[in-house]
C-alpha cells in the first residue's frame, strides 16, 4: 500500500481531506496501525454481539424481507439468507424497536471510543450493499484486492484472503466498511462468478434509481441477481453450481489465469443452459470440463484423461464420455478459441 499523504482524501469515506480527518492528531494517541487493529475487533465484537443476542430477531427480520422464490434449492436460499443478513444488520430496523442491530451495538460501545477510532467506527452505519469486479492483481505479491463499484466505478483495497478464490472480473456483492488505509466487507460477501456483468449492472441501476436506493430494495435486487445466474433447469438442480466451484477451485490451486477460468465457466453455463444434463456426482462433469479447457485454452499436450480423472477421484471413462458430450455440444463455441 502507498503512504497516504496528507492532502489525499481520507480513506475512511468521510469526503475531507486525510489530514483532517482520520490523520489528524486523535485524541486517543493511537497510531493507524492500532487504530485498524481495534477496528477489526469492533468489528468482531458486533457480529458476535449480534448473533448472540439477536439470532431470532434476525431469523424473523429474514422472513420479513425475504423475496425470493428459489423453489427448494437450498445452496440458493442460504446465499441469499446471508446476503440478507449483511443488510439486516446496517438497515432494518427490529421488530418492536426503531433502530438497527448497529445502532444498539452502537450505543453501547460508542461512548467508550475516541478520537479517529469513534470517527471512522461511525461511518459504518451510513455503508449501503453494492456490486463491484474484482480487478487485476498477482496472488504471489499483493496482500491487497482491488475491486471497483460497478455503479460509481470507485475502486478499493480489501485484504486478500489466502484461501479465498478471488477471479479476476468476476463480480462480488456485499457492504464495504472503511477502515485506516484500506475496506473490507461487512461478516461476507456473496460472490456472482456465473453471472453477466451487463445484466447485473442494469439490474443495480434499476433498484438504485428507485426511492430509497440500494439501502431500501437491497432484498429485491439480490434475489433479482441470484436468478440471472440460473435458468429453468438450475432452479431445480444445484449440481451444476457444484461443478463451477469445483473446476474454479482446482485450477485456482494450479494458477491459472482468472480470465482462462471465467472462459471454462461461460463454456460449462451454456452448456447446462442448452443440454440441461442430469447427473448425480460432480466430479466427472468437473474434471471433464477441466480437462476440455486445459486442451482448448492452455493447449496442453502433455495432460490425459487418466491424470485428471486420478485428481477427481472419478474413473477415465466417466471423463471420457462427459469431455465428449461437452466437446460435441460446444464445438462452435470452442473453435471460435483455437
Given at each position: 500500500?502507498?503512504?497516504?499523504?496528507?492532502?489525499?482524501?481520507c480513506?475512511?469515506?468521510?469526503?475531507?481531506?486525510?489530514?483532517?480527518?482520520?490523520?489528524?492528531?486523535?485524541?486517543?494517541?493511537?497510531?493507524?496501525?492500532?487504530?485498524?487493529?481495534?477496528?477489526?475487533?469492533?468489528?468482531?465484537?458486533?457480529?458476535?454481539?449480534?448473533?448472540?443476542?439477536?439470532?431470532?430477531?434476525?431469523?424473523?427480520?429474514?422472513?420479513?424481507?425475504?423475496?425470493?422464490?428459489?423453489?427448494?434449492?437450498?445452496e440458493?436460499?442460504?446465499?441469499?439468507?446471508?446476503?440478507?443478513?449483511?443488510?439486516?444488520?446496517?438497515?432494518?430496523?427490529s421488530?418492536?424497536?426503531?433502530?438497527?442491530?448497529?445502532?444498539?451495538f452502537?450505543?453501547?460501545?460508542?461512548?467508550?471510543?475516541?478520537?479517529?477510532?469513534?470517527?471512522?467506527?461511525?461511518?459504518?452505519?451510513?455503508?449501503?450493499?453494492?456490486?463491484?469486479?474484482?480487478?487485476?492483481?498477482?496472488?504471489?505479491?499483493?496482500?491487497?484486492?482491488?475491486?471497483?463499484?460497478?455503479?460509481?466505478?470507485?475502486?478499493?483495497?480489501?485484504?486478500?484472503?489466502?484461501n479465498?478464490?478471488?477471479?479476476?472480473g468476476?463480480?462480488?456483492v456485499?457492504?464495504?466498511?472503511?477502515?485506516?488505509?484500506?475496506?473490507n466487507?461487512?461478516?461476507?460477501?456473496?460472490?456472482?462468478?456465473?453471472?453477466?456483468?451487463?445484466?447485473?449492472?442494469?439490474?443495480y441501476?434499476?433498484?438504485?434509481?428507485?426511492?430509497?436506493?440500494?439501502k431500501?430494495?437491497?432484498?429485491?435486487f439480490?434475489?433479482?441477481?441470484?436468478?440471472?445466474?440460473?435458468?429453468?433447469?438450475?432452479?431445480?438442480?444445484?449440481?451444476?453450481?457444484?461443478?463451477?466451484?469445483?473446476?474454479?477451485?482446482?485450477?485456482?490451486?494450479?494458477?491459472?489465469?482468472?480470465?482462462?477460468?471465467?472462459?471454462?465457466?461461460?463454456?460449462?453455463?451454456?452448456?447446462?443452459?442448452?443440454?440441461?444434463?442430469?447427473f448425480?456426482?460432480?466430479?466427472?462433469?468437473?474434471?471433464?470440463?477441466?480437462?476440455?479447457?486445459?486442451?482448448?485454452?492452455?493447449?496442453?499436450?502433455?495432460?490425459?484423461?487418466?491424470?485428471?480423472?486420478?485428481e477427481y477421484?472419478?474413473?477415465?471413462?466417466?471423463?471420457?464420455?462427459?469431455?465428449?458430450?461437452?466437446?460435441?455440444?460446444?464445438?462452435?463455441?470452442?473453435?471460435?478459441?483455437q
Open positions: 500500500m502507498s503512504k497516504i499523504r496528507r492532502n489525499d482524501p480513506p475512511c469515506g468521510s469526503g475531507k481531506k486525510y489530514k483532517k480527518c482520520c490523520g489528524a492528531p486523535n485524541k486517543s494517541g493511537l497510531n493507524p496501525q492500532v487504530v485498524t487493529q481495534r477496528l477489526y475487533q469492533l468489528h468482531q465484537l458486533f457480529i458476535s454481539f449480534v448473533m448472540s443476542n439477536y439470532e431470532k430477531t434476525i431469523q424473523e427480520q429474514i422472513k420479513l424481507h425475504d423475496k425470493s422464490d428459489f423453489k427448494e434449492n437450498d440458493i436460499v442460504n446465499v441469499y439468507h446471508t446476503g440478507l443478513t449483511i443488510w439486516i444488520l446496517l438497515h432494518a430496523t421488530l418492536n424497536q426503531q433502530q438497527t442491530l448497529f445502532d444498539i452502537s450505543r453501547k460501545i460508542a461512548p467508550k471510543l475516541s478520537g479517529s477510532l469513534k470517527q471512522i467506527f461511525s461511518t459504518w452505519a451510513n455503508a449501503v450493499p453494492s456490486v463491484y469486479e474484482i480487478q487485476p492483481f498477482d496472488p504471489e505479491e499483493e496482500k491487497f484486492v482491488t475491486v471497483k463499484d460497478l455503479q460509481t466505478k470507485e475502486t478499493y483495497n480489501i485484504p486478500r484472503q489466502e479465498d478464490d478471488y477471479i479476476e468476476s463480480l462480488v456485499g457492504t464495504l466498511l472503511p477502515f485506516v488505509d484500506h475496506h466487507f461487512l461478516y461476507s460477501m456473496i460472490k456472482l462468478y456465473r453471472h453477466e456483468k451487463a445484466a447485473v449492472l442494469d439490474l441501476k434499476k433498484y438504485a434509481a428507485e426511492k430509497g436506493g440500494m431500501q430494495h437491497f432484498p429485491d439480490l434475489a433479482d441477481a441470484l436468478v440471472l445466474g440460473m435458468s429453468g433447469n438450475e432452479l431445480d438442480n444445484e449440481m451444476y453450481e457444484k461443478v463451477t466451484q469445483l473446476f474454479a477451485n482446482h485450477l485456482v490451486n494450479k494458477d491459472i489465469h482468472d480470465e482462462t477460468i471465467l472462459n471454462g465457466i461461460k463454456l460449462w453455463n451454456k452448456y447446462c443452459k442448452e443440454e440441461k444434463p442430469s448425480q456426482k460432480i466430479e466427472p462433469y468437473a474434471a471433464a470440463l477441466e480437462y476440455l479447457v486445459q486442451k482448448t485454452f492452455l493447449n496442453n499436450t502433455s495432460l490425459t484423461q487418466s491424470q485428471v480423472a486420478k477421484e472419478t474413473s477415465p471413462g466417466t471423463v471420457s464420455t462427459n469431455f465428449r458430450k461437452l466437446s460435441n455440444a460446444l464445438e462452435s463455441e470452442i473453435k471460435q478459441y
